[in-house]
């Protein structure tokens, strides 16, 4: 028997969230990467998704070729009161069009790029060759993932092996965290405000 949901590890509630991951590199303008990103979360509001924290936007190589325009990562955790992932995988789709995202080339540049990071822990394989995979099949490889989701969710566990986000981003090398760094800007005032300490 199939089993959808993870059950041998436990995890509190701060770490059971949806958590998505946005990206961009192109066009190549460092205000213009941030434009998309905040249109998407903009664009994601109007989809009856509540972003509830979104981490601040990181500049970070582009990977696996650092020749390709450097892209601007962000992580958001959001609120969706839908049960089936795979329709929320379909409306970060249609953001990434709306957002001007042609699929072209596996890491081609991108206008928008939005990834299911995990969906409240739940661990599934995909059904298709391109149906969905939870959590995300290459995020614990990620920096660009993994620095950003640890600014807002410092206690999240890897729903699979149930590691500790630091012990995930301990296990990166030097060379797959080197040249990520925070940008300027606040892609969503309610956290910025909720950091700094204000009602
Ligand atoms: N958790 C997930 N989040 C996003 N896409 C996923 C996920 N699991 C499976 N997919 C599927 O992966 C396919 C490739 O997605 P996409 O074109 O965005 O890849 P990519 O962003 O270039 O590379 P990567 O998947 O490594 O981030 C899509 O068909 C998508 O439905
Ligand atoms: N730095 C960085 N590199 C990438 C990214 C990304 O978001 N950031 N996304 C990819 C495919 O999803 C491939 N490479």
């Known amino acids: 028997m199939s089993m959808p949901f993870q059950q041998s590890l436990c995890f509190n509630e701060a770490q059971r969230g949806i958590f998505i991951a946005l990206g961009a590199n192109r066009p190549y303008r460092r205000h213009t990467l941030f434009e998309n990103l905040h249109h998407a979360l903009q664009l994601l509001s109007q989809r009856e998704i509540s972003i509830l924290s979104c981490s601040r936007p990181w500049r970070t190589p582009a990977w696996p070729d650092p020749s390709q325009p450097p892209f601007l ?49 739940r661990v599934q394989a995909p059904k298709t060759a391109h149906g969905l995979s939870l959590p995300h099949p290459r995020a614990n490889d990620r920096a660009f993932v993994l620095l950003p989701l640890r600014e807002i969710a410092p206690h999240w ?20 965290r080197k040249g990520c760094r925070p940008a300027g800007g606040v892609l969503h005032a309610a956290t910025h405000r909720l950091k700094r300490g204000a009602t």
């Open 157 to 176: 566990r890897c729903p699979v092996s149930g590691a500790f986000i630091d012990t995930l981003i301990s296990r990166l090398s030097w060379n797959d």
């Open 73 to 121: 990562n962000a992580v958001a955790r959001i609120d969706w009161a839908g049960e089936d992932p795979a329709n929320l995988m379909q409306i970060l789709h249609e953001v990434e069009t709306v957002c001007g995202r042609v699929r072209s080339v596996r890491n081609a540049p991108r206008t928008l790029d939005l990834d299911l990071i995990d969906f409240k822990t």
